[in-house]
């Protein structure tokens, strides 16, 4: 079985899986995030984000009168 974080961790030093790693990385977080939990910070804090349901926007003013427990997803990967 893939194991995604242990790929993740051996793959840091390797320039030529830095694109894969991040697209990877940000799928893998949209599911923790959108799942919700207890996830600790950097700092070992711990912080408690609900469970949510996604949402994919390609324009900012879709999103100006969201109510809580949505998780706003941009569908353009560069989107700023």
Known sequence: MFDLTSFLKISDENGETSSLRGFLFEQYA????EKGGNLK???????TIPPSKPYEFS???EIEEFQEKIYIIPKARNFE
């Open 30 to 33: 949209h599911q923790l995030l």
């Open 59 to 61: 324009d900012i003013k």
């Open 41 to 47: 910070n950097q700092d070992e804090s711990q912080m």
